[in-house]
């Protein structure tokens, strides 16, 4: 259950953007739909919450513009552990609305839409290939110097089960290795 918990969590990438000043996107170098993205390029963020089991889980998320501002790209993996995955939001200009697809190293992913509130965001994503769950929904509230996530996930039998909520707060992510960064330097593929 855990698992789809995290499919959550790398939404708050859009809390937290929403509420820092948009440096990039005075500079002209962002699709300005996704100005709301450019204060967190490059930025990590570290989330603590309860898993499932009762047990603290922390999350370490790494953020990024990509191809040349149209798209953000939120990497993320459970501290000492192997599960993790990655989310690219982009605004979809036909429907006029923010898109996410979510891919995990557990085999499952997701589909989902954003929408921006007063004081954060809504979600809600579509789960495919996960054994018991079919559809998660967050909520996200972000304040000065931390961003909260609340998930509820809906099982195969429409049964609604709310999860506990994770704060994160921005680290240093200079030394922090995800996927791609961690199997380049060890010389993994």
């Known amino acids: 259950m855990f698992k789809v918990v995290l499919a959550a969590l790398a939404l708050s990438v859009v809390a937290c953007a929403h509420a820092s000043e948009n440096k990039q996107a005075e500079r002209g170098s962002v699709y300005e739909p996704m100005a709301i993205f450019a204060p967190l390029d490059g930025k990590a963020l570290r989330g603590e919450g309860i ?29 000492g552990g192997d599960y993790g995955g ?10 006029e609305k923010y898109v996410f697809h979510y891919f995990t190293t557990a085999g499952f992913h997701t589909t989902g839409e954003v929408t921006p509130t007063d004081n954060g965001f809504t979600a809600v994503e579509k789960v495919l290939g996960h054994p018991k769950f079919i559809e998660v929904r967050s909520e996200l509230v972000f304040g000065e110097e931390e961003i909260r996530v609340i998930s509820s996930h809906v099982d195969k039998d429409g049964n609604e089960t709310q999860g506990d909520g994770f704060i994160y707060r921005e680290i240093d992510g200079a030394n922090i290795l995800l996927f791609d960064e961690a199997d380049a330097l060890f010389g993994n593929k």
Do not use: C, N
Not at 60 to 72: D, S
Not at 86 to 95: L, P, V
């Open 51 to 79: 898993g499932p089991d009762g047990k603290p889980i922390v999350d370490i998320a790494q953020w990024k513009l990509i191809l040349g501002g149209r798209a953000f790209q939120s990497t993320h993996r459970l501290e």
């Open 86 to 95: 990655r989310t690219i939001f982009f605004y979809d200009e036909g429907a």
